[in-house]
């Protein structure tokens, strides 16, 4: 089974620009969420999408925004860079229901390391 | 909020076997892991345990849960320079399906 990929790997943008990053789960895992990790606050979790409806939401401004879609694939959109938007960026897939050790068992992608200048 | 807490280090040398300890707050939960992180990676799922279990053993690994004292510890017997990374504990409880995750603790390992 193919695990979580994550694209790209690497990023350099500039201030005020804008970022998409992509996130493909596991075959059969409904559930995808964000989370962004820095060496100052760890990790943070930014948002979670099931089915195509986010789910649940961290503490982030508006800035930071995702989307799912029916393939169960997501999106995350970070607008108006700002230099503490560098970080390392992680999605994870589950199964997102049920009542087994996999309800919260998520499984992590590679990240996408976002470099703002 | 709910809350999951571990230390930030752990030093130890080749051979010995390492402790890290994590206290969590949330009394109904129902599932508790452990992540490896290794530089410039993913979190890797390590290993669960249940929370009607005391205890799990997977090769190296041992996991002990005092669900009383609300306290998870991973046990790494022999460890090797390759086990230095960053050790997640994360639980899972309630209809939220996102597990709350501690800081990490480093173990860094001295030949």
């Known amino acids: 089974k193919a695990g979580v990929t994550q694209t790209p790997r690497y990023l350099i943008k500039t201030r005020g620009q804008q970022v998409t990053l992509s996130c493909s789960p596991i075959?059969?895992?409904?559930?995808v969420s964000w989370y962004q990790q820095t060496p100052g606050q760890g990790l943070q979790f930014l948002f979670e999408?099931?089915?195509?409806?986010?789910?649940n939401k961290g503490n982030f401004p508006g800035r930071f925004s995702g989307r799912q879609f029916s393939n169960s694939r997501s999106e995350m959109n970070v607008s108006t860079l700002e230099l503490g938007d560098s970080a390392l960026y992680l999605c994870?897939?589950?199964?997102?229901?049920?009542?087994?050790?996999?309800?919260?068992?998520?499984?992590f992608g590679p990240g996408t390391r976002l470099t703002v200048t | 909020g709910e809350d999951v807490e571990q230390s930030l280090f752990l030093s130890v040398r080749e051979g010995d076997s390492s402790v890290i300890n994590c206290t969590y707050t949330?009394?109904?939960?129902?599932?508790l892991y452990w992540y490896k992180q290794e530089p410039g990676a993913g979190l890797q799922l390590l290993t669960y345990i249940f929370s009607n279990m005391d205890m799990k053993q997977d090769q190296r690994l041992t996991v002990l849960l005092n669900k009383k004292d609300k306290h998870l510890s991973l046990r790494i017997a022999d460890t090797q320079t390759g086990d230095s990374a960053i050790y997640f504990c994360a639980e899972g409880s309630g209809g939220s399906y996102i597990p709350t995750f501690g800081r990490g603790t480093s173990l860094i390992v001295h030949p």
């Open positions: 999408y099931f089915s195509e409806t986010q789910r």
């Open positions: 994870a897939s589950s199964l997102g229901q049920g009542e087994g050790k996999g309800t919260y068992e998520q499984y």
């Open positions: 075959s059969g895992h409904r559930s």
């Open positions: 949330d009394s109904s939960s129902t599932y």
